[in-house]
């Protein structure tokens, strides 16, 4: 047993800190098929910032390999259409299934002014790309979005306050995103969670501007949905 658990540890910090050379395929099987939703929710909270591991559909069993496999393949194909669009940063993280995800985000200097939910221009062509050429084409993985802002307070408000106020502003941030998505076709059944987070989990530190710049930001999900797993298990999975 203490041989299983190291080499489980080993693949783990492979698979965190250096991803092993791997694409999301070969990452599906290795993940897909043995102690998954353990080792998927531990890379997703190290990779994904925490949110990797709260995502997916609730299928009630394991996943198999090949099902793994099937489903890291579609991912990868859908992470470079999203690296295709300007101002996406792109990640690979794992869902609760221990399934491959990818993560898109979208920071505030594309999407909106500081204090403001209202979409720019360049935000606006940015994701209706985003909606047109990376979801339309994906109609099979469910979508969460999740909206941020740093930690500054907000003028003539107590600390308690702000932070109900940047907890409302990020709700707001990430209803704009999913308005917009929908507005430029993207399915309405897609999208399962809309939510914002406020000043939780940041990713930078707010003690500086850059830092802050980077918590403003709005995270979008893409994993495998419970029809994209049925598919995958059955082997028609296209």
């Known amino acids: 047993m203490k041989k299983v ?3 489980t540890i080993l693949l783990s910090a492979c698979l965190i800190f250096s991803s092993c ?3 999301n395929t070969a990452k599906g099987g290795l993940i897909g098929g043995g102690g998954g939703a ?36 579609k991912m990868d194909k859908a992470a470079a259409q ?39 221009s360049s935000a606006k062509a940015s994701l209706s790309k985003f909606a047109n050429n990376v979801l339309n ?17 907000w003028r003539n408000s107590t600390a308690e306050q702000s932070y109900q106020k940047n907890m409302d502003l990020s709700q707001e941030r990430a209803q704009s995103v999913s308005s917009y998505l929908l507005a430029c076709g993207a ?3 897609q999208i399962k969670t809309v939510e914002g987070l406020g000043e939780t989990n940041p990713v930078a530190d707010n003690s500086t ?6 918590n403003r930001r709005v995270e979008v999900y893409m994993y495998a949905s419970q029809q994209m797993i049925q598919q995958a298990e059955a082997g028609t999975l296209q």
């Open 187 to 189: 399915s309405a059944s």
């Open 38 to 73: 353990a080792l998927g929710a531990l890379i997703g909270g190290v990779v994904g910032h925490g949110k990797g591991a709260a995502i997916g559909a609730a299928v009630g069993t394991a996943v198999g390999a090949g099902a793994g496999v099937l489903i890291g393949r």
């Open 82 to 120: 999203a690296e295709q669009i300007e101002g996406a940063e792109v990640e690979q993280v794992t869902d609760n299934n221990g399934l491959q995800a990818v993560k898109v985000t979208f920071d505030s200097g594309i999407l909106f002014t500081t204090g403001n939910s209202a979409l720019s």
């Open 137 to 153: 084409q994906n109609r099979d993985m469910d979508v969460a979005i999740y909206g941020y802002t740093d930690n500054q307070g």
């Open 21 to 23: 050379g791997m694409t």
């Open 209 to 214: 501007e850059a830092g802050r710049q980077e």
């Open 5 to 7: 658990n190291s080499i």
